[in-house]
């Protein structure tokens, strides 16, 4: 069993123990390569399950976080597989918090937008996604100079 799938397991049965106790975050880091993504997208399967969402909200979160860990690697990282992304996911009563860092080029807060959704042509479209899918959605740096990414989405009960 690879290092990954043993911290993610770690991580979901941590997710479980969370019953009845002030909830923590879930970390996990992963090498910054796209083969890494289906051990992110298990995680959040088992979360987004223990929220009680539905499978449209829940491929609808998954797949924010997927394409924000890509716009990471792509982007970020220049599609250089030996780096790291680091997860924080926090599931509360009334909200599911993902935050993600990665030590890439400096992001340009500022210049962070979604495409025309209109204009036709392929790809381009992650930071759509995301802004449609998550209630809210920050991008940010560490005090240390990291590139941030923190998304929320309220839960409904």
């Known amino acids: ?11 979901c049965k941590a997710l479980y123990k969370i019953q009845g106790m002030e909830p923590e975050a ?3 880091s992963i090498p910054s390569h796209p083969k890494n993504l289906k051990d992110v997208r298990c995680v959040m399967i088992d979360i987004t399950a223990k929220a009680g969402l539905s499978k449209e909200d829940a ?6 976080v997927d394409e924000a860990c890509s716009n990471i690697i792509k982007h970020s990282y220049k599609n250089d597989y030996n780096q790291k992304i680091d997860l924080a996911v926090k599931l509360e009563t009334r909200s599911l ?24 042509r392929p790809g381009g479209l992650g930071i759509y996604i995301i802004k449609q899918v998550m209630d809210t959605v920050e991008f940010s740096h560490t005090p240390d100079g990291k590139n941030k990414i923190e998304m929320m989405k309220k839960l409904t009960t």
């Not at 043993?6 to 991580?11: E, L, N, R, V, Y």
């Not at 860092?101 to 937008?113: A, H, Q, R, T, V």
């Open 97 to 120: 918090t993902i935050s993600i860092i990665d030590e890439g080029l400096k992001i340009d807060i500022n210049s962070i937008e979604a495409r025309d959704i209109n204009e036709i």
């Open 1 to 11: 069993m690879s290092t990954i799938i043993t911290k993610i397991d770690k991580a």
């Open 59 to 64: 491929g609808s979160i998954i797949l924010a």
């Open 26 to 28: 879930i970390h996990l």
